[in-house]
């Protein structure tokens, strides 16, 4: 299985075990798991027609970000891998209590990737701005988490 075979399956048995991989490495493997599933249940979520779908795919990406902010937490420093939290005006979230959205950031060895958020979660505010990579996350948690996996005894 590749990282991206898996990251564009609906095969949730493909899925489950790539993720069981990720999480034997150790606090690098967790911190890949977490972001890959973040970004396939955020990429879903956008997909999805079905108003329960597109709920449950975004209730998975918050639940994987507070896993990652965790694991960041805890291991964060030690990997040399920043992250944190900043509010963006730009986007909002809800009907009649409509407020700003938080970004979550994190800076891989592969670049600068976030999620939008509607609540702040745990960690520190991000020091840094966003690079102006529209639509870059992707590309870049694909290319960390397959490097994770294929080099396993490196990391």
Wanted: with cysteine.
């Amino acid at each position: 299985m590749t990282t991206i075979e898996v990251y564009h399956t609906s095969n949730g048995e493909l899925t489950k075990a790539y993720y069981v991989e990720l999480s034997t490495i150790g606090p690098i493997g967790l911190v890949a798991m977490n972001v890959f599933r973040a970004q396939k249940c955020s990429q879903r979520a956008k997909n999805y027609r079905r108003r329960a779908w597109k709920d449950d795919a975004y209730g998975r990406k918050q639940w994987s970000i507070e896993q990652l902010c965790n694991i960041l937490i805890m291991h964060g420093q030690a990997l040399n891998i920043s992250f944190g939290w900043k509010q963006d005006p730009t986007v909002v979230f809800g009907g009649y209590d409509a407020r700003p959205s938080w970004v979550f950031y994190v800076d891989l060895p592969t670049g600068q990737v976030s999620f939008h958020c509607p609540d702040r979660g745990k960690g520190p505010d991000y020091p840094g701005n966003w690079d102006g990579m529209k639509g870059a996350s992707e590309a870049r948690v694909i290319e960390f988490c397959n490097y994770i996996f294929n080099n396993k005894k490196l990391v």
